[in-house]
């Protein structure tokens, strides 16, 4: 039986770095993340991006996060993997978690969702439709 979590998510660090910066391409760089999660995920999320800026501002973008801390009444950590874009102010992605990748009372978690975060505001809204193998 699957399960749906819902909450927030606090960005509590964001540090970008570009590493590749070519004139006439799109500009690619790396960012580390935390994230902080409240709702029906309570927890630490450690992030990597890489992204992709295109000349007319937006980007998209890929990530990894292990999130540290409780699903439900379970706790543990597992790993989302992160695929987006930006634009017109809004990011939007899917992820899911990585098979494999539970610990703890997670161990076997399997599940998708997403997120949806205006620039400039403190909270991201998140989904988890989820289950156990």
């Known amino acids: 039986m699957s399960s749906h979590a819902t909450g927030t998510f606090e960005g509590k660090t964001w540090d970008e770095k570009p590493y590749s910066e070519l004139e006439g391409v799109p500009k690619l760089a790396r960012a580390s993340v ?8 309570e927890g630490e999320g450690t992030l990597e991006y890489l992204l992709i800026y295109r000349d007319d501002g937006s980007c998209g973008f890929i990530g990894v996060e292990r999130v540290v801390g409780q699903v439900g009444n379970r706790s543990g950590s597992f790993v989302l993997q992160h695929n987006g874009n930006f634009e017109a102010g809004m990011a939007m992605a899917n992820w899911f978690v990585v098979t494999g990748s539970g610990t703890g009372e997670l161990r076997g978690l ?3 969702g997403g997120f949806v975060a205006k620039h400039g505001q403190p909270l ?10």
């Open 34 to 41: 935390t994230n902080s999660f409240h709702g029906d995920i």
């Open 110 to 112: 399997r599940g998708e």
């Open 124 to 133: 991201a809204t998140f989904t988890l439709d989820y289950d156990f193998a």
